[in-house]
């Protein structure tokens, strides 16, 4: 049997821990196939599709600064991906139609807003930071939950208002208002890159938080980024990102293999090892 090929693409891609957890459960489940790297320029987005449309890849993912710009080569997109507009995982239908999914806002809702039980649905105030890739599913996971009044900001406010074209219910708030309007939120996600290894961070202190506030960080890589790390000396409740990204991986190594990997210690070891 030849070798199932799957990868993904974006750029920069240094950061990715995807070949690890895909390599891993391959490896677990015997199944013949590598999973790797494949940083591209936009323009190589239409070669990579029909790589797919042509058996040499069997599947990829998605991520920054591609997963709108996907959506013109692929054959339909569903699901999740309609809702958001942004996919981050590409599979082969049965019907050999190149198909268009989104496992984060699966990713999401396992991994942080299941785990939100104790809200006030109506009431309680989230402030998305940033306005990425991520975003549009972090939007609509959390509306899906039932949360009513979300607020995002973006040092690019265009980029905001772009999500809102999709989400109207959303309010945008002024990046350089942030510190002052965290203090009235009761649950904050980063959804920047701001904090990742290697990387800036975030300027602001935010000070004057509510004790009970919900501070999550999509960022893994460190697995306690610097705002986890003051946060918590504060007594606030943190997440990071890592279970959202071990769950949108199940979801599209399930979408491809036809096989549901089973999340357990062992994985988790391997990819804190990997975080170092
Ligand atoms: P992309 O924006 O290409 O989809 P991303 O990694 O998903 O990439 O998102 C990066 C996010 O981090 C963006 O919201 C970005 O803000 P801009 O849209 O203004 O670029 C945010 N970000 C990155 N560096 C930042 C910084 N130094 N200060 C504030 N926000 C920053």
């Known amino acids: 049997m030849i070798e199932k090929k799957f990868g993904i693409i974006g750029k920069p891609l240094s950061h990715s821990l995807s070949p690890t957890l895909h390599n891993f459960w391959f490896r677990q489940y015997k199944i013949k196939a590598s999973y790797s790297l ?32 996907v959506i013109p080569y692929l054959d339909l997109i569903v699901d999740d991906a309609k809702e958001t507009f942004s996919v981050n995982t590409i599979n082969v239908n049965e019907e050999g139609k190149v198909v268009g999914n989104n496992t984060d806002v699966y990713g999401l809702e396992q991994g942080f807003v299941g785990k939100l039980d104790n809200q006030n649905l109506e009431k309680d105030k ?38 809102k074209k999709k989400f109207s219910f959303i309010e945008i708030l002024k990046w350089d208002s942030i510190e002052e309007e965290a203090k009235s939120m009761d649950i904050i996600i980063n959804a920047t890159s701001l904090g990742l290894k290697g990387g800036n961070d975030f300027k602001q202190d935010f000070k004057g938080l509510k004790n009970n506030l919900i501070y999550y960080d999509i960022v893994y890589n460190p697995e306690e980024t610097s705002m986890i790390k003051k946060l918590k000396k504060r007594g606030i409740k943190t997440f990071n990102g890592l279970e959202m990204f071990v769950y949108q991986g199940q979801k599209s190594f399930s979408l491809w293999n036809k096989h549901n990997p089973e999340l357990d210690d062992k994985l988790k070891h391997v990819i804190l090892k990997q975080i170092g």
Request: glycine content about 8%; proline content about 3%; hydrophobic content about 40%.
């Open 38 to 69: 494949i940083e591209i320029e936009l323009n190589e987005i239409e070669t990579i599709i029909k790589e797919i449309r042509n058996g040499k890849l069997q599947g990829i993912n998605v991520t920054v600064p591609y997963k709108q710009a």
């Open 126 to 163: 989230i402030l998305i930071l940033g306005a990425g890739g991520v975003t549009p599913s972090i939007v609509y996971a959390l509306s899906k939950k039932g949360f009513k009044k979300i607020f995002i900001s973006n040092r690019t406010i265009e980029k905001a208002e772009n999500i």
